[in-house]
């Protein structure tokens, strides 16, 4: 079976990080799909909220998000990453979303580099700087995993608009496009146009994430037979021309020309993923929805194989390198009796349907087996929400995010607190954990009633 192809449409008003978030949520068709990546960024900016919403302009109809947050937090580049790789982590990204996102907030760093002259350690960010950047990345990187975007999927863009004009910065009143766009383009050899809009369109986040998505480009979407797409609007009025991008999974039945981008250098820490046969696209459907009101479900791939000849030392290294790089959700090593009754181990490993080889590969350097078993499994979750909860303790507060799960009806199954958060406000306040958690637990309480 052929790819699925997918066009991202920015010819008309450029590319914004909302922009990606709001048409990936209207084609995708969950309007909640984005919820866990904003709550995870709670603990962060407990101010930070999301709010999406359905928007028409002319004919069109589709998703506009707007955000809530403290405008004065900024971040440099290494506690960027950090938060990037600690929220992709909290959702439960897969290798290949993971790379992705780290991928787009490079290409900023790099580019904001270049147009300053300065190495990212000493870079001042800005507007780049703040906690919806995560949101913007991490959450493209997400809603393409939950919409089966990742796997066997090739993606064109058109050539993009830019704007024209001036724009109002941090850095002061800067022609349009900005330096970190200006250099973002030129780096990747991108076809753009300024468009009609006279501001500023096409945004650093925008940029970025459209170089590390699209693999080629194409002159017109004529010819592009749309089997689903989705719509998301900006929020900055361009007068009359929409402020919209476009993204549609379909076919090209015309031929066309494709300027393709030079290939990127590759990067040592990427392993190939199993080619696999691509899945259907799942369009946007009632039938759809309501299976997910009542279940999360996902595929994943458990992957085992027998040792009895590992100490073990070498199986505590296996569990924390399959766990601390995210390669991992579970490893479990259960003692067992092998052949001629030597004592054994089986190691099981729960992950992403695209993280097999890497994890075989982990598995067989470090183990020294001769061979892994797998098959593919799908999962059926409780419904999880995550918050953070204040904790008061001697006119102190604390914040600590907690996970929340629930039964198909809405009651709760479970309230989790966040280890790592209760570990740090035990070290703090000197308070056991074993009293801290029924607290955190009365307070999540009240929270989700």
């Known amino acids: 079976m052929a790819k699925k192809r997918v066009l991202i449409d920015v010819e008309t008003a450029g590319a914004s990080g909302d922009m990606f ?13 984005l919820l866990p990546v904003a709550a995870s960024l709670l603990i962060y900016d407990p101010s930070f ?12 109809t589709g998703r506009r998000i707007q955000i809530t947050r403290n405008p004065t937090l900024r971040l ?19 290798k290949e979303a993971r790379d992705l996102a780290k991928k787009a907030l490079q290409e900023i760093f790099e580019a904001e580099s270049r147009a300053h002259n300065k190495p990212i350690s000493e870079l001042h960010l800005h507007e780049t700087g703040s906690i919806d950047t995560i949101l913007d990345i991490v959450g493209t990187a997400y809603l393409l995993e939950r919409g089966d975007l990742l796997e066997d999927t090739e993606f064109v863009s058109t050539r993009v608009a830019v704007g024209s004009g001036t724009v109002s910065t941090e850095h002061g009143e800067l022609e349009v496009p900005v330096p970190a766009v200006a250099e973002i383009l030129v780096a990747n050899d991108v076809p753009f146009h300024n468009g009609d809009a006279r501001t500023e369109v096409l945004t650093p986040t925008g940029a970025a994430l459209l170089v590390t998505i699209a693999g080629s480009y194409i002159k017109s979407r004529e010819g592009f037979v749309v089997r689903n797409q989705g719509v998301g609007f900006g929020t900055r009025d361009l007068g009359k021309t929409p402020n919209m991008m476009q993204i549609s999974v379909g076919e090209m039945v015309a031929p066309e020309t494709e300027e393709k981008k030079p290939e990127a250098k590759p990067d040592p820490s990427e ?6 046969a691509p899945k ?3 369009p946007k459907t009632k039938e759809k929805a309501e299976v ?11 992957i085992e194989t027998n040792v009895d000849d590992v100490d073990g030392e070498t199986l505590g290294n296996l569990f924390d390198t399959l766990i601390d790089d995210g390669l991992a959700y579970d490893v479990v090593i259960i003692p067992a009796m ?3 009754n030597r004592p054994a181990h089986v190691v099981k490993v729960i992950a992403a349907k695209a993280g097999l080889k890497s994890i075989a590969e982990v598995m067989i350097r470090q183990l020294g087996t001769t061979g892994i078993r797998y098959s593919n499994w799908a999962r059926l979750k409780a419904n999880r929400e995550s918050l953070v909860c204040r904790l008061e303790i001697d006119d102190k507060e604390y914040m600590v995010r907690v996970k929340v799960s629930r039964t198909r009806d809405g009651s709760i199954i479970n309230i989790k607190p966040e280890a790592d958060d209760v570990l740090r406000v035990s ?9 801290l958690r029924p607290r955190i637990a009365m307070q999540a309480h009240a929270v989700t009633e």
Do not use: F
């Not at 392993?271 to 696999?276: F, I, L, M, P």
């Not at 070290?427 to 009293?435: C, F, L």
């Open 21 to 33: 978030l709001a048409a990936l949520t209207d084609l995708i068709g969950e309007e909640d799909a």
């Open 49 to 60: 909220r999301i709010n999406m919403t359905t928007h028409t302009v002319g004919d069109k």
């Open 292 to 302: 997910l009101e009542d279940w999360s479900t996902d595929e994943v791939v458990v």
């Open 271 to 276: 392993t190939e993923t199993e080619k696999k």
């Open 427 to 435: 070290r703090e306040t000197g308070i056991p954990v074993r009293e």
């Open 280 to 282: 259907e696209d799942k």
């Open 338 to 340: 092998g052949k001629k």
């Open 76 to 94: 440099d580049p290494q506690s960027l990453m950090d938060v990037l790789m600690a929220v992709s982590e909290e959702v439960e990204l897969s």
